[in-house]
């Protein structure tokens, strides 16, 4: 075996990437929390409701998915498409 292969990166260990996770958990924890504390210059009434720009992130990444599938299974080509 080469040395590349005996090496070892960071997130082979799952400690490391159980790690990360809860990392980014607290981050989003704090961002939501934040939100009720830091005064917000409103503009839309919408944005009144407590942790709006969370929900409103995570449900455009959901439709983003959605889309992304169905889009794929509309242009979509067979695999040897280009050597008919």
């Not at 790690?19 to 607290?26: D, E, K, S």
């Not at 169905?70 to 498409?81: G, L």
Request: charged share 25%; aromatic share 14%; net charge positive.
């Amino acid at each position: 075996m080469s040395e590349k292969a005996k090496s070892k990166h960071l997130f082979d260990n799952p400690k490391n990437v159980q790690r990360l996770l809860t990392g980014f958990y607290a981050i989003c924890a704090l961002l939501v929390v934040a939100d009720f504390v830091v005064h917000r210059h409103i503009a839309i009434a919408w944005e009144k409701i407590p942790a709006f720009y969370a929900i409103y992130g995570f449900v455009a990444c959901v439709l983003l998915v959605v889309l992304a599938k169905w889009m794929r299974k509309a242009v979509m080509r067979e695999e040897n498409y280009y050597d008919e």
